[in-house]
Structure formats: C-alpha cells, structure tokens
C-alpha cells in the first residue's frame, strides 16, 4: 500500500535530489526502514528501502555493501518495536497468551526495542565504514552487469545460410543454449522476443548473441558468422522503444529460488529473456538457463517495459533498477495513512485486537478501491503464514514432552553462581546464537517455554524472560542464514558468508548491553 502510494517515491526524491551527505544519506535510509519495520513485516521493509538504497549508492560512487548490511541491520532492529514487526514478536506473544491467558499488546516491545534502535543506528553509523568490507559488484555502476563477459555480438557474412531465416528457426536449430536478444542493423536496435521471434536475418545484420561455448562455435562454423571485437556492447543495445532491461534479486519466497530459468519457461510464458546472474558479486558465464537460482542471486532480465514489472512480482522478486518517479497520489497517500492510524488507534485503545484492527483496515482500503484483491494476494508473505502455523504446534511440543523442563532445570543449576540477571544475559546469548543458526522464527518458539518454564522455577517476573527471547531471536547479524534480510542483501551487496560476523558481533555485544538493564528496569525480575 505505502508503495502504491507513492510514499517511497517521495522518500527517494528527498534523498537523491537533496545535497546530503553520504553519512546523512545512510541515517535518514537506516531510520526510515527503522521505523517502517516497527509497523510492517522488516523484510517487507527492506524489500522496499533496498532500490532507493542502491540509487544512493550509485549517486554517491559507493559500493552497495557499504550501504545495504547497515539497511539490513536497522530493518532488523526496527522489527523489535512493535507486536507486527518481526515473527519472533509474534510468536512469544502468542505462546504468552497461552500461557497466562493475555498475550503481549502492540507496543509492550516499544520500551526496551526504541533503546536498541537508536543504540543500534547510532553504533551502525560510526562503525560500519570501518567494519563493512568493500566489495565491488554487479550494481556499482549503471552498466549493471560486464554484459561484454558473457553476450556476443556476431556480423551476418555474405555467404552465411542464415540469409532470409527467421530468428526463431535459427535458436531451433543450434544444438545447445543460444538466444538471440537483439539485432542491430544500421542505425537501427531491436530486441526484445515478441519483436525478434519472427524478424528475417539480412546481410550485415549484427546479432547479439547469448550462448554457451559449444553452441557459439557451431553458429560461427556453420552459419557463417564472425565475432565482431572492436565494439563495445552497452546495455542500451540491449533496449528498443519498448523494450527495457531490469535488474532484480531473488527473494527467498520467490519462484525461481531453487528452480532453474528454463524450467520456469519465463520467455515463452512472460516474453523475459535471462541476460546475466550474479552471485555474492561473481557473475556466471556459461549455461545460465540451467543455473539453479538461490535467494540473493541478482539478475538481469529483458522484457516489455509496459509488462515486466508486473512479471517480476507474480515471480517474486525484487527490482533493483531505478524506478520512474509518481508523485501524484497523494489522495491515495492520505486514505491509507488514515486507514492504517485509525487501525493502530484501535488496537492501541483495546477496542479490537490487533488481527481484527488491521484485517479491517485492508477490508476498507478494498471496499473503497484504493488496493484490490490481487495487490493482497500478490503482498501477502505465504510462506511466513504456513511457518507460523507450523511452528506452533512445536512449541507446544517442547513444553508437554518435557524439554522445556529438562532444559530449564540445567539453567536453574546455574542460577546459584550468577542469579536471575546472569541468566537473563545467558539466555539471551543462548537464543542470539541459535537464531544466527536456525531460523528466528524457530528459536522464538523452541525457547519462549523454556524461558517460562525457568522463570517459573526460579520464582522470577516470566515476562522479562519472555522479553530476553524475544529480542535475542530477532537478533540475527552474525551470519546471511539467520534472517531473510541477510540473505536479501547478500548478492546485490557482494557479501561472503564471513562478512557478517565483522559488524554483527559487536552489534549483537551492544544489544545484550543495552538491552539487559532495559528489560530489568522497564520489566522487572
């Protein structure tokens, strides 16, 4: 809704046509997506924060990974603020209502989740120049990929059979992967498959090729084709009038993540043409329809302007490419912002819960047509649903099997040496470390009944238990695996697996710090 609003659109004009400086530029991105987080899922956040993200970079010749594991970092810290933020919230909130019959309100996680944002952002800001390795990737420059690396342009010779034969009949019969993206003839480009699949080949014609090595050398043997290598290919070679070229990275709900581009079919289907994917910053070369795609993996698409957009988010990803400016629906703007406060007054007030309030607020926002059905299914995050769904009932296996008990038991014995603080630190740590291992969503729920099971024993507030959990799960900096927004950044920023633990760990230092005496203080023991 804030994108169909064109909210982002005045974010990045603010940012990009104003003389900030790239330290100003980083803290208003980390504080928006910040706040954005507190009331929407953080990986929607991000997902909407990273294209005006990378155009900063751009504008200020920065490599991403300067820009986009702080961006991460802060939609991850954000998500601590509010009941809606991240699932971990969520889940103890839920199993809290299980427990003692009333779950956690929508800003209970507000007190102790506003200290570590501004603690967080502040540490992010001064530090992270200095602990972000520099990585040069595929999105430093507006020639998104080394497109010269794997396409080659090949001149149609006098003599070559492929005078007079259609484009289409030309792929058929080449044994092997070869596409043909674009002709130059003369002064004139055109590209894009609707526009190429029936084009006859003429003399002289310059055909941009995509092929494996196997496939090349056949055209050039038998079809009388030469490589023509004094010409820098650009990617506007790669456009026509309706034709345009988009960079996007997978997320890991996406379609294509774990599927290959040529069992997805997405050229005969949707008209798109895979030009390049690019992984922690190294690009493939060779057989890229037959790459198993993973979520981070940025690619360069070609499709039809008027339609490409809507394509790639039925297929799930996330444009990278700058994105023409719409400000003029501020009408728009102001109906889902009033909708979206008067939601979040009436789970405020008690009137309704939290689910009822914003599950009505969309009802009307579809009732008046400012969003329609397809916006929701298409927005609606699935797979954290069924997650959620299937995660519950596991927590309430680790609790009836006696887990949570035998788990807690071994704290307690701890307890005599450090007392109740030490173990709300030890805990924290304890679920920090599993949620940069499995995912936080499952550490919220395999540790929210120990947490009450141990402060049960050892006669101490729960909540404040509750609350350690609830913040260590979220915590996920030390590795891309811990949280989807890792992973989301990984290929457009260039990061290897180790990169991570370099600002995560005296990030996740400073959250125990801060965070602990925020609990007992604002929680009690």
């Known amino acids: 809704a804030l994108q169909d609003a064109s909210a982002l659109d005045w974010i990045a004009l603010f940012i990009l046509k104003r003389k900030f400086s ?41 490599s991403p990974s300067e820009i986009l594991m702080p961006i991460s970092f802060a939609s991850i810290l954000g998500g601590l603020m509010t009941l809606i933020g991240t699932p971990p919230n969520i889940l103890v909130a839920n199993y809290r209502a299980a427990a003692v019959g009333e779950s956690f309100s929508l800003f209970d996680f507000l007190p102790v989740g506003i200290l570590l944002v501004v603690f967080g ?73 609707i526009q190429l699949k029936k084009k006859e080949i003429h003399h002289k014609d310059i055909l941009i090729l995509r092929a494996d090595t196997n496939a090349l050398k056949t055209s050039i043997e038998k079809k009388s084709l030469t490589i023509v290598g004094d010409v820098t290919l650009k990617n506007s070679d790669l456009k026509s009038e309706d034709i345009t070229l988009m960079e996007v990275v997978v997320t890991p709900s996406s379609r294509l993540a774990g599927r290959t581009f040529q069992g997805l079919r997405l050229r005969s289907r949707y008209g798109i043409a895979l030009l390049g994917i690019s992984r922690q910053g190294k690009a493939f070369k060779n057989r890229l329809n ?34 023409k400016l719409r400000l003029n629906n501020s009408r728009t703007a102001g109906q889902i912002l009033f909708v979206f406060a008067a939601a979040i007054i009436a789970t405020i007030t008690d009137a309704t819960p939290v689910y009822i309030s914003f599950s009505c607020a969309i009802l009307f926002l579809v009732l008046i047509k400012t969003l329609n059905m397809r916006d929701i299914y298409n927005n609606i995050d699935w797979s954290v649903i069924l997650l959620l769904a299937g995660l519950i009932p596991v927590g309430n296996a680790v609790q009836t099997t006696g887990m949570a008990e035998l788990i807690a038991n071994q704290l307690y ?22 949620s940069d291992i499995l995912n936080n969503a499952a550490t919220a729920v395999i540790l929210a009944p120990i947490a009450m099971t141990l402060a049960q024993s050892m006669q101490v507030n729960p909540d404040a238990y509750l609350m350690a959990v609830a913040v260590g799960a ?52």
């Open 22 to 62: 790239p330290k100003s530029q980083l803290f208003i991105l980390t504080s928006i997506v910040a706040l954005l987080s507190g009331f929407m899922n953080n990986v929607g956040a991000l997902a909407l924060i990273m294209p005006i993200a990378i155009q900063t970079a751009r504008k200020n010749k920065m």
């Open 121 to 193: 952002v502040l540490f992010i800001l001064l530090f992270s120049s200095y602990l972000i390795p520099k990585r040069q990737t595929a999105s430093n420059n507006e020639d998104i990929f080394e497109i010269n690396d794997y396409i080659v342009e090949v001149q149609v010779e006098e003599n070559s059979s492929l005078l007079g034969e259609s484009i289409e009949k030309f792929e058929a019969g080449i044994e092997g992967e070869l596409e043909v993206i674009g002709i130059i003839r003369g002064n004139k480009r055109f590209a894009g498959k």
């Open 290 to 323: 037959h790459v198993t795609l993973k979520a981070g993996d940025v690619i360069l698409f070609q499709g039809e302007e008027a339609t490409i957009n809507d394509h790639i988010a039925r297929l799930g990803c996330l444009p990278l490419a700058n994105r």
């Open 413 to 434: 014995n701890l307890s005599a040496f450090i007392g109740p603080l030490g173990i709300l630190v030890l805990l924290m740590v304890l679920t920090m470390t599993l």
């Open 474 to 525: 979220s915590c996920a900096f030390l590795t891309p695996i811990g949280h989807q927004n890792n992973i989301l950044v990984m290929g457009p920023g260039g990061y290897q697996f180790g990169d991570y633990w370099r600002l995560g760990l005296p990030l996740e230092l400073l959250i125990v710090c801060v965070s602990t005496p925020a609990i007992y203080f604002i929680w009690g023991l």
